[in-house]
């Protein structure tokens, strides 16, 4: 039933972000800057045809490549249920809504739309990108302190001690 909660809201994401992104491209391309709150926050319409903030520009074949294969880790990792917690499933359905929702932009469009400028963040997002950060953000809280993953790491330790043992 996770499996399927995760799948509906990743869905969602992906829902969101590109009629965001269609808004956004149909009211604000090519030169549209419509400011929400003064000297905070803006919506900018921009082209990204790179990485996370712009990086590595005109690399959309590879970072599609690389979207495609992370997505299908996290999937895997989901419905092989090697990690069950709640913690896990809500960082993978934002990573894989929001890894989604850009790809689409990629494999369409050959760039990412991006739209959210905020004064004390120079780079400009899209609710994709932000689904990404935070499932990130989650993921590493996820590594850190989930009771699998310690787990694993409690009977890899075990076995080597076992090696060392015999050795």
Request: charge should be negative; charged fraction near 15%.
């Amino acid at each position: 039933m996770t499996i399927i909660i995760a799948a509906v809201i990743s869905a969602l994401i992906v829902g969101i972000d590109q009629l965001i992104k269609y808004f956004v491209y149909e009211n604000l391309h090519p030169d549209g800057n419509v400011t929400v709150i003064d000297n905070l926050f803006s919506l900018v319409y921009s082209e990204n045809r790179g990485a996370a903030f712009g990086m590595f520009q005109d690399g959309t074949i590879v970072f599609s490549v690389i979207t495609i294969l992370l997505i299908g880790i996290f999937l895997y990792l989901i419905i092989s249920k090697k990690f069950t917690g709640k913690l896990f499933t809500a960082a993978v359905t934002l990573i894989v809504g929001g890894g989604i929702g850009n790809l689409i932009d990629r494999l369409f469009r050959g760039f990412v739309i991006d739209y959210l400028s905020l004064s004390f963040f120079p780079p400009i997002c899209n609710f994709a990108d932000y689904c990404i950060t935070i499932g990130a953000f989650l993921f590493i809280l996820c590594i850190l302190f989930s009771p699998e993953v310690r787990a694993i790491k409690k009977a890899d330790d075990m076995q080597e001690e076992e090696k060392n043992d015999k050795a």
